[in-house]
T-cell receptor, first 113, second 113 residues
């Protein structure tokens, strides 16, 4: 069975500082990996995805993530955080031909001035 | 604009009553999903459907039922058998072959009084 671990429940960063959100997954084959963002009371929006190929993927809103197979990780990064980035971020894992996607428990990001 | 519409956004129900949450998409997606979100638990899959007139149970299907009579629609009924129905419910859809790349509605918050 596939699983996702987001070890940080809550992170606080200063506006303009860099950000890294951690994600570790467990899956026996080549995974599909995703990061989603959720504003309070809203649905989720896809930030970026990894299916295959280049292990560094670029997403919307200036986010990027790097797939590291040896570490079973898919950490999300942003070089300079904006106040509007405050939200909850979910890492997810799936697979080709497999409709069930497993989500992590989320990391809530707070941005302080 | 294309998207997923969930209704109602807020719903209150007395114990012992069934309630149906609506989900409609005009993205021409084949697959549709229902997730339940509780604080600190991420998203858990209730049901999913890959084609019309076919659906599969997810990880927490007990106490829920669905139908898929039209490609655009995937309503979820929360029955009186669901022991703890108060939650935020999210509907999503995706293209076949883009497994895990989900488009979400804005959610429905169900509160049982």
């Amino acid at each position: 069975a596939q699983s996702v671990t987001q070890p940080d429940i809550h992170i606080t960063v200063s506006e303009g500082a860099s950000l890294e959100l951690r994600c570790n997954y467990s899956y026996g084959a080549t995974p599909y990996l995703f990061w989603y963002v959720q504003s309070p009371g809203q649905g989720l929006q896809l930030l970026l995805k990894y299916f295959s190929g280049d292990t560094l993927v670029q997403g919307i809103k200036g986010f990027e993530a790097e797939f590291k197979r040896s570490q079973s990780s898919f950490n999300l990064r942003k070089p300079s955080v904006h106040w509007s980035d405050a939200a909850e971020y979910f890492c997810a894992v799936g697979a080709q031909g497999y409709q069930k996607v497993t989500f992590g428990t989320g990391t809530k990001l707070q941005v302080i001035p | 604009d294309g998207g997923i519409t969930q209704s109602p956004k807020y719903l209150f129900r007395k114990e012992g009553q069934n309630v149906t949450l609506s989900c409609e998409q005009n993205l021409n997606h084949d697959a549709m999903y229902w997730y339940r979100q509780d604080p600190g638990q991420g998203l858990r899959l209730i049901y999913y459907s890959q084609i019309v007139n076919d659906f599969q149970k997810g990880d927490i299907a007990e106490g829920y039922s669905v139908s898929r009579e039209k490609k655009e629609s995937f309503p979820l009924t929360v029955t009186s058998a669901q022991k703890n129905p108060t939650a935020f419910y999210l509907c999503a859809s995706s293209w076949q072959g883009r497994d895990g790349e989900l488009f979400f509605g804005e959610g429905s918050r169900l509160t049982v009084l």
